[in-house]
T-cell receptor, first 117, second 111 residues
């Protein structure tokens, strides 16, 4: 199992450019998440998905869009990048075991370091 | 989710057990205790979690006090690769999806 993989590992964008970050998981997990982590700060949830074809907003969704066309993939899009979106982006996935909502075990990818100039 | 308190830093000698404490005095009955770690620049790594009973897996042991107000993560034989920031997180049925990482404990394993 590769677990959770993220593509690309690094990227530099100019303000106004667009890009898509790809997250893939081979664990057959239903739930997938996108977080961002700024220097010295904790993780902040951008968007998440509880299943193929469904997405929902997290805590900091502005400026991002997501799609979950296949169960194993979760894409994060930046339509018009801004310097404030310079960050490390982490994808995570988890499965439902019939436990209470909000107690799933999330497994993280290695991250994508994005710099917007 | 309940608030947690951890010491900001700890040292441990290589090969010795590392015992990382966490206080969660406001934990409620249906909240779980989770431990994650983040090695520099890498994605957070799940370690272990528990509700009431002590738990053990291939990475660590989790000891939860009987009143559930505190817990200890034990790395039985710490190695240099265990140097990381360790996060104790309490999660429950609040409808909140996001994992909330506090400031954690920076564990430095010394050779």
């Amino acid at each position: 199992n590769a677990g959770v993989t993220q593509t690309p590992k690094f990227r530099v964008l100019k303000t106004g450019q667009s890009m898509t970050l790809l997250c893939a998981q081979d664990m057959n997990h239903e739930y997938m998440y996108w977080y961002r982590q700024d220097p010295g700060m904790g993780l902040r949830l951008i968007h998440y998905s509880v299943g193929e074809g469904t997405t929902a907003k997290g805590e900091v969704p502005d400026g991002y869009n997501v799609s979950r066309l296949k169960k194993q993939n979760f894409l994060l899009g930046l339509e018009s990048a801004a310097p404030s979106q310079t960050s490390v982006y982490f994808c995570a996935s988890s499965y439902s075991r019939g436990l209470p909502f909000g107690t799933d075990t999330q497994y993280f990818g290695p991250g994508t370091r994005l710099t917007v100039l | 989710d309940a608030k947690t308190t951890q010491p900001p830093s700890m040292d441990c000698a290589e090969g010795r057990a590392a015992n990382l404490p966490c206080n969660h005095s406001t934990i409620s009955g249906n909240e779980y205790v989770y431990w994650y770690r983040q090695i520099h620049s890498q994605g957070p790594q799940y370690i272990i979690h528990g509700l009431k009973n002590n738990e053990t897996n291939e990475m660590a042991s989790l000891i939860i006090t009987e009143d559930r107000k505190s817990s200890t993560l034990i790395l039985p034989h710490a190695t240099l690769r265990d140097t990381a920031v360790y996060y104790c997180i309490v999660r429950g049925d609040t409808g909140r999806r996001a994992l909330t990482f506090g400031s954690g404990t920076r564990l430095q394993v010394q050779p």
